[in-house]
C-alpha cells in the first residue's frame, strides 16, 4: 500500500512538473532563435548545420516541443514552428522572451539554492553587472500597462521637469517625452550598460537627459514637479526607505508628485507569484523584500505627502502604481 502511494504521489509531482517543460522548451529556443530557425520547415539536421549547435541535443529539443505542440512535424522529418503568438519572438525585437531569459537564468537557479542557503544561514550575491540588461529589459514589460497613469499624471498636473530614478533602459522616459515634448525628463542609472541603451534609445529627443550615476549619491539641481521611481523599491535595504521618501520630497517643488510602481508583499492571501518574487529576492544579500501596502503609506506619510491613488498594475504580480503630493502646506 505504501509502495502504491508513493507510485501515486511520484506521478503527481511528475505531472505538476509538466509545465516546467513549456517554459524550459520555450526558453532554449528563445535564447539560441530555434523558433526562427524552424519558422520555414525544416530539418534538424539543417538548423544544427546553419546554427552551429549539438545536434542529439537539438533532437530532443525537437522531441519536446512536438510533444508540448511548439513545433510541427512535416514529411522528411521536417519540423515547423507552431503558433507565434504562443511563442517568444526573436530577441532582436520586442521580446517576451526576456521574461523567459529573466526566470531561467536567474530566479530558479536562486530558488534552487534554497536548501544550501539555508543549512549554512548564507545568501547568495546578485550580480549586478551580469543581471542588469535582463532585468531593466523585464521590468519594460510593464511599461504599456503603467504608461497610461504615468502620462495621465503628467496631463493633470502642471509638469515641466520630470526625474526618474533608476530609470532602467528609459523607456517610460521615451515615451513620455515624445508624447510631451515641452517637458523635461532627466534620468538616473546606475549600471552603464543599461544607461548607454537608455541614452542610445532617447538620443534623438532634445527634452531627455540620462545621466550614468548612483542616485543616493545625485546632488539636484533644481526640484522637479514629477519624479518616478518604477521598480526600484527591492534594491533599497529596509531601513534607507525612509531616508529615501524623505529625499524626494525634498526634491519635490510645492505641489509635485511621485509616482512609485512596484510589487507589493502580502500575507498569504496574495497570490503564489508574490511570494515566489519575494522568496526570490530575499535569497540575495544585495537585494531587499518588497514593500508591504501600509510601508507605502507610512513612508509617504511620515515624509510629509499626501497619497491620491493607488492602482493595481497586473493583480497575478500584486504591482501597484501609488502616487503622492507635496503640498504647499505640507512643507518642512
Ligand atoms: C528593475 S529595473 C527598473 C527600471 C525602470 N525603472 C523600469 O521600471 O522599467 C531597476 C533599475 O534600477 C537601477 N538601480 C538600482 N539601484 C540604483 C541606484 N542606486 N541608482 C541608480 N540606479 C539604480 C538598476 O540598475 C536597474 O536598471
Known amino acids: 500500500m505504501i509502495d502504491v502511494m508513493k507510485m ?39 538548423v544544427a548545420d546553419a546554427y552551429q549547435v549539438d545536434e542529439p541535443l ?18 522528411r522529418n521536417r519540423y515547423k514552428t507552431g503558433p507565434m503568438w504562443k511563442l517568444p519572438r526573436p530577441k532582436d525585437e520586442s521580446s517576451s522572451g526576456v521574461i523567459l531569459k529573466e526566470m531561467m537564468e536567474l530566479h530558479i537557479p536562486s530558488l534552487l539554492t534554497y536548501p544550501e542557503m539555508m543549512r549554512k544561514k548564507t545568501r547568495n550575491h546578485f550580480d549586478e553587472e551580469k543581471h542588469a ?109 525612509q531616508e529615501l521618501f524623505d529625499r524626494l520630497t525634498e526634491w519635490l517643488n510645492d505641489d509635485g508628485v511621485l509616482s512609485v510602481i512596484t510589487p507589493i508583499s502580502g500575507g498569504q492571501e496574495s497570490p503564489p507569484f508574490v511570494a515566489a518574487f519575494n522568496s ?23 515624509a510629509k505627502l499626501t497619497s491620491f491613488g493607488i492602482q493595481t498594475v497586473i493583480k497575478e504580480g500584486s504591482w501597484y502604481a501609488v502616487q503622492y503630493k507635496k503640498t504647499s502646506s505640507q512643507q518642512d
Request: hydrophobic share 40%; net charge negative; charged share 25%.
Open 8 to 46: 501515486f504521489k511520484a506521478r503527481l509531482w511528475m505531472k505538476r512538473n509538466v509545465p516546467f517543460l513549456y517554459s524550459w522548451h520555450a526558453y532554449v529556443g528563445y535564447e539560441l532563435d530555434l523558433f526562427k530557425a524552424f519558422e520555414r520547415g525544416v530539418t534538424a539536421a539543417d
Open 58 to 75: 537539438l533532437n530532443q529539443w525537437v522531441n519536446v516541443g512536438v510533444s508540448i505542440g511548439h513545433l510541427k512535424p512535416l514529411s
Open 133 to 241: 540588461d535582463t532585468v531593466a529589459q523585464t521590468s519594460r514589460l510593464l511599461e504599456v500597462i503603467a504608461l497610461p497613469k504615468i502620462a495621465k499624471l503628467l496631463k493633470d498636473h502642471d509638469t515641466q521637469d520630470v526625474l526618474d530614478i533608476g530609470c532602467g533602459e528609459g523607456g517610460y522616459i521615451k515615451r513620455l517625452a515624445e508624447r510631451f515634448p515641452n517637458s523635461s525628463f532627466k534620468g538616473i542609472e546606475v549600471s552603464d550598460s543599461v544607461a548607454k541603451t537608455a541614452q542610445n534609445l532617447t538620443a534623438s529627443l532634445d527634452n531627455v537627459s540620462i545621466e550614468q550615476g548612483d542616485f543616493w549619491e545625485y546632488e539636484p539641481t533644481q526640484k522637479y514637479d514629477l519624479i518616478l521611481m518604477n521598480n526600484i523599491i527591492h534594491y533599497i535595504p529596509p531601513v534607507k526607505r
Open 280 to 302: 526570490f529576492f530575499h535569497s540575495f544579500e544585495n537585494l531587499h523584500p518588497l514593500p508591504q501596502k501600509e510601508q507605502l503609506e507610512e513612508w509617504g506619510t511620515e
